[in-house]
């Protein structure tokens, strides 16, 4: 028989149990992207500001990366007196019979005679820069995800790109030239990634990929400032000044207002600062976030002693991942044949024998439309459609421009394209990236997944479905 105290005790037990268990049953987790659809916005107020601001990081991007075309451009040249047989090549004449028509201070290439035998010293130089672009995109790749965060890696490479960048206008000689251009490579293949990570994924699963695309108008557009930044400083070590100071302005005006991205909080385990943020952007777009409602990683189970756990990753993770190893390899593979076909002809148009600062003017204006085109038919047709179609596409063009003659109507068509070996070397990357991309998956209408468990699971389910 029960005593009295022991009745008192089993009907106070289920009074003092409920309110917890409501409220722990009443707590809806839900991804990011999922939070996003259904209280924040996915495309709002809070994301077009946020969007823009971080955005103008690839303007920077732009000056740091194409200066060179007019750094390093080879100037006009004019004979000293009359001597001077025509159709003749400096490289054949006396040194003192032939002078720089701007002077020596127009470009690296007068200042240090980087002609003749030197010439080669031009071309070192750039793929330098670019060697130092792919290792600074892997470690500040890996920093972004791990204690930096983005922001803090986009607000360390910007530094790194102003000191750098205006050290480069006092190099004494050419080779501290090239070092210095190697270390702002370094820090420049790090802005384009982090502004681009940091700026898309607050931005909600349905409207990402159009946003993904209008970073690269802001490229563009600094392509397009540089060419008439450059038309008004004529003296390459001037460009390289004005060309850097907008690095500092950025980290002075701009970074103060841009928020760490929600995502990076989350898989740091950071979930209070996350929902912080969350309700923020909820409030800033005219939506509410209710209460009971918060944060989940995709791999997180239903405890909350876990939720304040961090995600730690690293390159050997990957790497022991066949599954994201494979993965990795075609994404470094693509861009490697992108990337040579891509500033292989924006840098060509210095070996055009017309206005070189109208050449890069338009250049850049004429990539917009391609973006525009990319962004809508992005969520029609798919990513990987129009990864393997944008590079075959180029591919034709590129044959068309290594096989047409140099005489008659095709003359013109020669004089756009350059040289025809380039052009049969970019013509052969962009059949081989478009190949390489066959092999990669299918991203439309998939989430982002917020760990590698997380994409496992996803993989794995969506085989056993389809065995089903």
Known sequence: MESPEDNNNNVRQPLLDTPAKKAAD??????????????????????MKHFVLTCLAWALEAFH??????????????????DCPVGSSYCDMDPGSWEWTEGKGSSTVSEWGLVCGEKYKIGLVQALFFAGCMIGAGVFGHLSDSKLGRKGSLTVV???????????????????YVALRFLTGFSTGGVGLTAFVLATEPVGPSKRGVAGMSTFYFFSTGIALLSGIAYVFRSWRELFIVSSLPSLFFLLIVIPFISESPRWYLVRGKVDEAMELMHTIAKTNGRHIPA???????????????????????????LNSPLARIRLILAIAISFTVSIVYYGLSLNVGNLKTNLYLNVFLNAVTEMPAFAITAVLLDRYGRKPLTIGTQWFSCVFCITGFVVGGVGPWKTVRMVSGEGLPFGVFAVCGLVGGGLAFYLPETLNKPMYDTMFGMHEAESNRGRDQVC
């Open 26 to 47: 009443e707590v809806e987790r839900l991804s990011i992207d999922d939070m996003l659809q259904r209280y924040c916005g996915e495309f709002g107020q809070w994301q």
């Open 65 to 82: 990366t194409m200066v060179m075309i007019f750094a390093d451009q080879e100037p006009n040249w004019r004979c000293v007196g009359s």
């Open 158 to 176: 910007c530094i790194i790109n102003a000191i750098f960048g205006i050290a480069t206008a006092f190099s004494p000689n050419y080779w501290v």
């Open 292 to 318: 009971g409602v918060t944060l989940s990683l995709d791999d997180e189970e239903d405890k909350e002693g876990e939720r304040n756990n961090v995600v730690e990753g690293s390159l050997q993770d990957v």
